[in-house]
Structures are given as structure tokens and as C-alpha cells.
């Protein structure tokens, strides 16, 4: 076996990946012609690459390190438990301490009579848990039929054939053989891009009984369960009008519809509160909830389910279950991660410190003529890019051609800030402090001025029409 290591020339790392390496979400052709970034180590809210770059993590990787990068505790609770069961499974009537301590950690956190967890190893899988879950929990009450879900367009549940089913996105539907039957997708709350006219209010509301309007097309005896994330997150950063979620709540408690939060980015802080859920002033049947959960150090999501659903899937054996559910070192490392959260009063820190020093770096960029609004929900945040800021107007170019641009402006100027289509989104590790949010800012800018210049120079300040 041979041995790789951080201190081989970046050329060569990237030959060794390019050969072997398959890259989700990639034209991997492109990416090797390219060569990709080989991030070394990271500390706080800045990586390394191998060629002694320091990045700024404006997107705390995938929207998980919450807790910042390097963080000792979190590997030698790891190591610890290691040595002391690395694994044992959930199935054969066998349990663990990590297990049961996270599951009543989960418990106690989760608004509501949500009490009861179900663990998986990533958010598609927890996701996947969701579906068949409101599917046998309607099939056990004597209504087999109650078994079609409602979600919305450009919405991300995971990737897998459930999760991505469930999810919004046309460009996943369009490869292997997705959606599932039985998943339907209403219209997103992205007032921004599609209100039109309306106020916010109006639109937000409309949206919400799009809900109501596609029950009654399917008949609400055939809906188990409506599903969406408090904050849309892969879908751009689209937070909903304040009229959505209650009207979305109403909705589903009128027909008897389960109402599931994908927590997997709004959960652990992200939205300011413990969960989306409690931003928006919902209680939900069941939450799903990963990525934060264990600040991304280990992979490890839930279903977090209300007492009413448990009880009826708790008296049947439900056929269902991952090797690494409720994995003790997965466990043990998320339950480091909610105790240091603890410690560090992190809610107050994101509340009184890092989310309005992170508005006024939004605000003050709002100047800038590329930028059409700013939204924020906490510590995750959208820059929607524009080329006429009092229409709201879209880019004459195909979506998403301006907002790669902006991308490659940011990554040059050692900014990881992610878009999506023509928005840029935002969602850095929540221990940032104001000093680092300036030095988000500072870059932020650089890069929009320079893809301003970009579009002028190849006259792609048009509109659509
Ligand atoms: C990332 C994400 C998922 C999928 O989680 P994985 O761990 O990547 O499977 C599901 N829902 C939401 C809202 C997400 O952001």
C-alpha cells in the first residue's frame, strides 16, 4: 500500500484524484481539466489548502461545522469511545449509552411532544425514514391509501431515491428514474424570484394554499404527509413570508396531514433558535435532522418524531433500519457537539453577536448595483445577484452563468461562498466572530466588483426579457 499524504505536490494529489476519484454533484471530466482544490487541514473558520491557501468557510463546508473547525474535544470524545465500543447495533434488542443519551438530548431539545428519535447515518437516509414512517403509520391505522406526499419545487431533502423524490430539483429527477411515485411538488415560497405583484404577505400566502388546493386534488383520505424546510437551503437561502408556515400548519392539521420539518440545515442553531420550527412558530409532526447535528465530525441524522406517530409505529415492527443507526461513535461525538454548544451559550452568541454583526455586512453591501436583496435568518443568509434591482429583474444570461462567475470571484479571493442559479448563499460556521464576518465582507465585496467588471466586459449586465 502506498502512502498519500498532504506533503506530495498539489499536481500530484490532483492526478491521484482525478484517476480515482469520483466527485458527487461533478462533471468530473471538467473538474480534472480544471484541477481541484485539496483542502489540507482548517482551524476555526479558515481551511488550508495544499498550496498554503487560507480560505474563508462562509459555507462551514456542506452548511454542518457549525462548531468551526479543529475542535479537540469533539476527537478525543471520538477517540474515547473508540476504544471503548467502536460499534454495536440497534437492532437485536441491544442498546448503548450514546444511544440513549442522545436520543434523550434529541428529545429534550425538540419542541413539543416530539420525544421520540430514529436514528440514521445522513439526512437522505433520515429522510428516507420519514417517507416509509408516515406511509406505515397511516397503512397501521387502517388507511393504506393515505400514502402520497406533498412537497415543494426547488425544495433538497437528500439525494438518495426517497430523499431526492421528496426534494424539488428537476436537474436530480432527470437521472435515474426519479420521482418515485406518490411524491408531488407544489410551488416555493421564493417571493424574490416569483411574487411578482403580490406583497410578501399576499404571496406567502397564496403558496401556502397551494397546499390546500393540491389536497384536494388528491383528496385529502390519500395524503399522508406535506414536507419542507423551515428555510429553503440548497434551493438558494429563500426564506418564506411570515404568513407561510402558520397557514402551511393550519392546512395540514385541517386534513389530517402529517406535517414533517427538514431541519437538516435550520436545526442546532442555524435560524437563531434550537430549530426552524421555533423561528417559524410551527410544531411539526416529525423533524429530520443531520449536518449540524454533529457539526459535520461525524455522519449521523434523525427523525425526530411526535408522541402521536410513535405510538402507532412503536406497536407495529417497523421493517426498517441503517447497520450504522444511532452509531455509538457518531453519537457520542453529536452529543459532544450539543454539550459545547451548551457551554458556550451559543444561541446568545448567534442572537447578540454573530447574526447582527452578519446584517450589517449584508446591509452595507446592499449598495452594491449587482445586489437585489439580501435575506437572512439567523446565520444563513442569500444575496440574490441582479442586473435591475427595482424590477428584481433575472439575468438575460442562463441562470445560474452569473452567479458561477461571482463564485469563482469569491474561491479566488479565498472565499468559499456557494450559489445557487444567480443567488449567493451564506451559512459560516456559527462561532464566527464580527472581526472574521469583516474579513467575509471585505472579500464578499472583492468579489462582486470584480464580477461586476467580468459581466460588463463581456456585456452581460442584460435583463432578461
Ligand atoms: C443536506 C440536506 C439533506 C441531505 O442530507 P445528507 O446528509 O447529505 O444526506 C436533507 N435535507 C436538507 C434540508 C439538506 O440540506
Known amino acids: 500500500m502506498s502512502t498519500i499524504s498532504n506533503h506530495l505536490p498539489t499536481a500530484e494529489l490532483q492526478a491521484l484524484d482525478a484517476a480515482h476519484h469520483m466527485h458527487p454533484f461533478t462533471t468530473n471530466d471538467d473538474l480534472t481539466a480544471k484541477g481541484v482544490r485539496v483542502i489540507a487541514r482548517a482551524k476555526g473558520v479558515y481551511l488550508t489548502d495544499t498550496d498554503g491557501n487560507e480560505i474563508l468557510d462562509a459555507m462551514a463546508g456542506l452548511w454542518c461545522v457549525n462548531l468551526g473547525y479543529g475542535r479537540p474535544e469533539m476527537g478525543q470524545v471520538a477517540a474515547r469511545q473508540m476504544n ?6 440497534t437492532f437485536f434488542q441491544t442498546t448503548h449509552v450514546p444511544g440513549i443519551a442522545l436520543a434523550k438530548e434529541l428529545a429534550d431539545l425538540a419542541p413539543g411532544d416530539l420525544n421520540h428519535v430514529f436514528f440514521a447515518g445522513s439526512g437522505s437516509e433520515a429522510n428516507d425514514t420519514n417517507l416509509r414512517m408516515v406511509r406505515t403509520y397511516w397503512a397501521e391505522l387502517g388507511k393504506p391509501e393515505k400514502s402520497h406526499v406533498i412537497s415543494r419545487k426547488n425544495a433538497y431533502h437528500g439525494s438518495s431515491m426517497g430523499s431526492g423524490s421528496l426534494g424539488g430539483m428537476t436537474y436530480i429527477h432527470e437521472q435515474g428514474g426519479m420521482p418515485i411515485p406518490g411524491i408531488h411538488h407544489i410551488g416555493q415560497p421564493d417571493w424574490w424570484s416569483e411574487g411578482g405583484d403580490m406583497t410578501r404577505e399576499d404571496f406567502g400566502l397564496a403558496r401556502a394554499r397551494e397546499l390546500e388546493e393540491k389536497i384536494l386534488e388528491l383528496g385529502a383520505e390519500n395524503v399522508a404527509a406535506f414536507i419542507g424546510e423551515p428555510v429553503q437551503g440548497a434551493g438558494g437561502v429563500i426564506i418564506p413570508p411570515s404568513t407561510y408556515w402558520p397557514e402551511i400548519q393550519r392546512i395540514c392539521r385541517k386534513h389530517d ?30 423533524m429530520t435532522v443531520a449536518k449540524g447535528l454533529s457539526s459535520g465530525y461525524a455522519p449521523i441524522g434523525a427523525s425526530i418524531v411526535n408522541d402521536k406517530v410513535a405510538k402507532v409505529i412503536n406497536a407495529c415492527e417497523f421493517s426498517h433500519g441503517y447497520t450504522y443507526s444511532g452509531h455509538p461513535v457518531c453519537a457520542a461525538v453529536a452529543l459532544e457537539n450539543l454539550r459545547i454548544m451548551h457551554e458556550e451559550n451559543m444561541l446568545d452568541h448567534i442572537r447578540n453577536v454573530a447574526a447582527p454583526a452578519l446584517q450589517n455586512a449584508l446591509s452595507a453591501l446592499e449598495d452594491h448595483p449587482l445586489v437585489g436583496e439580501t435575506a437572512r435568518s439567523g446565520m444563513m443568509a442569500s444575496i440574490a445577484l441582479t442586473p435591475h434591482k427595482e424590477s428584481r429583474a433575472a439575468f438575460a444570461s442562463p441562470k445560474g452563468d452569473v452567479g458561477y462567475m461571482c463564485r469563482e470571484h469569491c474561491f479566488a479571493n479565498n472565499l468559499v461562498m456557494r450559489h445557487v442559479g444567480d443567488r449567493m448563499v451564506i451559512s459560516p460556521p456559527l462561532v464566527i466572530t464580527p472581526e472574521e464576518i469583516e474579513v467575509f465582507a471585505t472579500r464578499a465585496r472583492k468579489a462582486l466588483d470584480a464580477t461586476y467588471a467580468d459581466l460588463k466586459d463581456k456585456d452581460m449586465l442584460k435583463a432578461a426579457s
Do not use: K, M, S
Open 257 to 286: 396531514v402529517l406535517l414533517i420539518a427538514d431541519e437538516v440545515i435550520c436545526g442546532f442553531g442555524r435560524t437563531g433558535n434550537w430549530f426552524g420550527a421555533q423561528t417559524f412558530d410551527i410544531i411539526p409532526d416529525i
Open 84 to 89: 471503548e465500543l467502536p460499534y454495536y447495533n
